[in-house]
């Protein structure tokens, strides 16, 4: 059974950081997966923040490029996302994916997701 299960939001002022982690169990880090974020505000779509694969080459949104950066350790299987520069309009629900990729279709695994709240 695959759990994904994160960590480290909180509340912080915005120009504040914030590291969130996700550790994964059931599955294995591999080649196989691409793993990341995802966010939902109120009233919006879940949205891409960032993803990234066996490769190490990281895709992110338009909107967090420049102020976050992803990284996974594949030996721990744990995805981190260091969040900088935060702005009122990252607030959100931060979910994490891991995302199985050799199969047509690719398969989504989702966390539960942490709240995420700039404001001052």
């Known amino acids: 059974q695959v759990q994904l299960v994160e960590s480290g939001g909180g509340l912080v002022q915005p120009g504040g950081s914030l590291r969130l982690s996700c550790a994964a169990s059931g599955i294995i880090f591999s080649s196989r997966y691409m793993t990341g974020w995802y966010r939902q505000a109120p009233g919006k779509q879940r949205e891409l923040v960032a993803l990234i694969g066996n490769a190490g080459t990281p895709v992110y949104g338009d909107s967090v490029k420049g102020r976050f950066t992803i990284a996974r350790d594949n030996a721990e299987n744990i995805v981190y996302l260091k969040m900088n520069s935060l702005r009122p309009e990252d607030t959100a629900v931060y979910y994490c994916?891991?995302?199985?990729?050799?199969?047509?279709?690719?398969?989504?695994?989702w966390g539960q997701g942490t709240q995420v709240t700039v404001s001052s």
């Open positions: 994916c891991a995302r199985l990729i050799d199969i047509r279709p690719a398969r989504d695994f």
